[in-house]
Structure formats: C-alpha cells, structure tokens
C-alpha cells in the first residue's frame, strides 16, 4: 500500500484541508498520513467567518519526522500560512529526498486582489516550486505565482504557466475551472514542452468546496500509485469532476463536493 502525505491545514468544518485530502487518498487506495500546518475554523454565528490558526514550528518539525521516518512515495502541500511554515516543508522535502511532489499554493485572499500573506506567496514561489512534480494553482494564485497579471483567458494561461514552470515546477497546471467563460470546465497542463487543455463538464453549483485540494490530493494519490503525471492529472480531473457533479449542501453557508462520487458512480 504506497504511503501519501498532506502538508496542510486543518478544514473543521471537513470539506477542504487534511480532511478533503485523507478522504481522497482513501479513495485511491493509499496510505494517508497528515502534517498539519494550521488550523481553520468557521464561526456560525458571524456568517462562517474562518478564523487561522498556525501552529508551532516545533510541533509540524515532530510531525514531519514522523511520517517521513515511514517512507512517504509522494506528498502534496496545502495551506502554508507563513514563510517559517512554508520553509519548514520544503526543509523536509529535501532532506528526506522525496521525489513526487504536488504543491497546492493555497493563498487565502481577501477579494480577488489582496494575497493575506504576502511573505508566503513569494516563499512558495522561491522555496516550493523548484521542488514541485506538479504545482496546481488556481486563476488567482498562477497571477500572484507568475505576476504575469490577472488572467481571464486561455492565452493568459499560458503564459502564467510558461512563467511558473520556469520558476522551477517540472509540470503546471491551471485551473480554469468555472471562473473562464466557457461552456466547459478548463484547466491548462503544460509540461515545458506543450501545452494540453483539459475540458471537462462545467456544473453549475456553488456545492464545490474543496474541490482544489481533493484535484491536488489526487494527483498526489495517483503519482503514489505509479502513474505517470499526464495520467495522474488527467484520472484526478475527472475524479474532482464527479466529486463536483455530486457536491451537497453542508448548511447555509458552504456545500462540499463527494469525495466518494467517482468510485460510487
């Protein structure tokens, strides 16, 4: 049973996060261990409002020991809040010479042009990506990773992917997902060499949270399971899609996509 390990953060309400990603390796059939880096929480009585909560250094350090000492066939990144954290998982990563690698650069934004953590953004860009099989940022997050601008189109896309893989990822995906105007659901993987479009049915439901970390977790499933990256990105494609088309409302402020929809279906 190959080994999976999720460097993230804590989602309480379970939809996203180390939650969303244990959920997705169990469904690939790997071995899922957690180094958590933050926890979130939502307050139900001012409007889900997420309160973070880093955790120690000391204590992700303890962590990462222990699961790296077991032997871990690929891992992906989530929440990285701050710089310290960011550079204690790319420590780890190395040193232990893990080879599959997913990086997820989660940046929680205020509105559509205001990264929280400024600091963080830049140490992905410097630390992880030079250490990314595969790095998986959404619109925002390939603007803020390539600083090509904002992105509203496929050339556009492009060109942030050709930045960011010069930056040092090996493979580049860019999820367009339902924010392109289009009929379909796009995403853009580019491997320095060309550039593929992965279309996909575009489903209309706010029932997606997430949705980027299980696309990032499964990649990470698939690559552990000795697939190569173009198939590991195209199998978690259509796995997150499923996951969408069966998305369910959680209360009246979030709805998480089905983790288990693409193996129950």
Same mark, same amino acid.
């Given at each position: ?15 996203? /996060?180390i ?8 469904? #690939? ?5 957690t ?10 009585d001012? /409007?889900w409002? #997420? ?11 303890a ?8 032997g ?12 310290? &954290? ?12 893990v ?33 990314a ?5 959404n619109l ?22 050709k ?5 040092g ?16 659901? &796009?995403?853009l ?20 949270h ?6 990032a977790?499964?990649?990470?499933? @698939? ?14 494609? @259509?796995f997150?899609n499923?996951?969408?088309?069966? /998305? ?10 089905? #983790?288990g ?5």
């Open positions: 049973m190959k080994k999976t390990l999720t460097i993230a953060g804590s989602d309480t309400s379970g939809g996203a /996060g939650q969303a990603d244990l959920k997705t390796f169990q469904e #690939h059939g790997t071995y899922g261990m180094a958590l880096t933050t926890i979130v929480t939502m307050d139900p001012n /409007g409002s #997420h309160g973070v909560f880093p955790l120690a250094i000391d204590a992700l350090q962590q990462l020991k222990t699961a790296m000492s077991t871990i066939d690929a891992l992906k990144t989530g929440m990285l809040a701050t710089p310290e &954290i960011i550079e204690t998982a790319a420590a780890s990563i190395k040193a232990n010479s080879e599959k690698v997913v990086i997820d650069p989660v940046m929680v934004c205020k509105g559509e042009d205001e990264v929280l953590n400024p600091e963080a953004a830049e140490a992905t860009r410097d630390l992880l990506l030079p250490l099989t595969v790095v998986t940022p925002f997050e390939a603007w803020q990773l390539s600083g090509v601008g904002p992105i509203r189109t496929i050339d556009d896309m492009k060109e942030a992917a930045k960011i893989y010069e930056l990822a090996k493979n580049v995906v860019v999820k367009g997902g339902k924010q392109l105007e289009s009929d379909k659901a &796009i995403d993987f580019y491997d320095g060499k060309e550039f593929v479009l992965l279309e996909g049915e575009k489903h209309n439901t706010t029932y997606n997430g949705a980027g970390c299980t696309f977790a499964a990649i990470t499933a @698939n690559l552990a399971n000795g697939q190569d990256v173009k198939e590991a990105v195209n199998n978690a494609k @259509n997150v499923a996951a969408i088309k069966h /998305g369910w409302k959680l209360n009246e402020y979030v709805g998480p996509v089905m #983790h929809a693409y193996n129950k279906n």
